[in-house]
């Protein structure tokens, strides 16, 4: 409810604050909205959405994740050039720097909730707000996005497997959904201009999360239950306490890998009866299993980029030291879990 109100709050002033942002809309991602958050639910995601047309994409790079985004044609709305770099590259960073503004200004004039904005870190494409909650903090990471009515670039062609899992059906009505970009810079980048846009797929994962019975009825309120969400909240769990154990070790992996390495895994065991609601045990071994072996060979494919490996092959010491980590917990019944 809090978050709710601020976000309201601050959504209602950045439309007004600039023509530009005037079609801006929230959207809730991350493991709060998906249901799958374990511990206290003080940290949100939250997209603020702005709709664009006739975008063109460029690759940044050789991942098929990154993309340059100019117009077409020049735009209707006037605002947007004051956002573009000289050679018409649509800038993140400009949009980001101006958007950081409004909500730093804005925050001072919501009454009766102690609202701050966090110090900027490199490289992270939110811009994080400090809610005081006494006796503790709520922190909001507002993700600056656009959507584009445009079919997928070519990089995503072969990924989102799902067929054998939701079917023919739904990954063609998946696909046909708008396309988000998230403001985030690209560091393999040869000048960090802070002017790329990665793909995001969050709306799309939060589909599957919700719908993700082989058969329609799974975890529907008359349907047989199954423990795909319990798995991927352990795995979230998981991480999250080796990563308060070992900060430094593990600074460079994020939710983000084991909520990959859960999709693949319910492509790998595709039916409701994999995943029996009393196998939890049995189906988060198997999901750990999966992603130990991914850690093994430093190699973890994009869900829906196949040529975009999310483990860089340069940290491999540090993919060790998790499956060491993760196998070390597999073998002894969790330790760190009655820490």
Same mark, same amino acid.
């Given at each position: 409810?809090? #978050? ?31 249901? #799958? ?65 409004? /909500? ?33 903090? /709520? ?30 059906? #739904? ?30 797929? =969050? ?11 082989? =058969? ?88 829906? /980029? ?16 998790? =499956? ?16």
């Amino acid at each position: 409810t809090l #978050v709710n109100r601020v976000v309201l709050h601050l959504v209602q002033a950045i439309r007004g604050k600039d023509s530009c942002f005037s079609s801006i809309e929230r959207q809730s991602a991350g493991s709060y909205y998906e249901r #799958v958050k374990i511990s206290e639910p003080n940290e949100f995601d939250i997209m603020l959405v702005m709709p664009v047309s006739r975008i063109q994409l460029d690759e940044s790079d050789d991942t098929g994740a990154y993309y340059y985004v100019s117009f077409k044609r020049s735009p209707k709305e006037k605002g947007w050039l004051k956002f573009l770099e000289e050679d018409g590259k649509l800038s993140a960073f400009k949009m980001l720097q101006a958007l950081r503004e409004i /909500i730093k200004q804005e925050v001072k004039n919501i009454k009766d909730v102690e609202v701050t904005v966090a110090r900027k870190k490199a490289g992270s494409p939110a811009i994080t707000l400090q809610i005081k909650n006494p006796p503790s903090e /709520i922190s909001v990471d507002i993700i600056l996005t656009l959507e584009a009515q445009q079919s997928w670039p070519l990089s995503t062609q072969g990924g989102l497997k799902i067929e054998q899992w939701l079917g023919t059906k #739904v990954r063609r009505d998946l696909r046909f959904r708008s396309l988000y970009l998230v403001a985030k810079q690209n560091k393999r980048e040869k000048v960090l201009r802070g002017n790329t846009w990665r793909l995001s797929f =969050s709306h799309i994962e939060k589909h599957m999360i919700h719908n993700h019975g082989n =058969s329609k009825t799974c975890c529907e309120s008359d349907g047989p239950k199954c423990c795909r969400k319990g798995c991927l909240k352990l795995l979230k769990y998981l991480l999250e306490q080796l990563k308060m154990k070992y900060p430094k070790e593990l600074e460079k992996f994020c939710s983000y890998h084991v909520k990959t390495a859960f999709l693949h895994s319910c492509v790998t065991w595709p039916n409701d009866s994999d995943w029996h609601l009393g196998d939890l045990d049995h189906c988060f071994q198997q999901c750990l299993g999966f992603f130990v072996d991914c850690l093994q060979k430093s190699q973890l494919t994009h869900f829906f /980029i196949p040529q975009y490996n999310l483990l860089s092959l340069e940290d491999k010491a540090r993919h060790h030291f998790l =499956s060491r980590k993760i196998s070390h917990e597999l073998n002894n019944g969790f330790p760190v879990f009655h820490e």
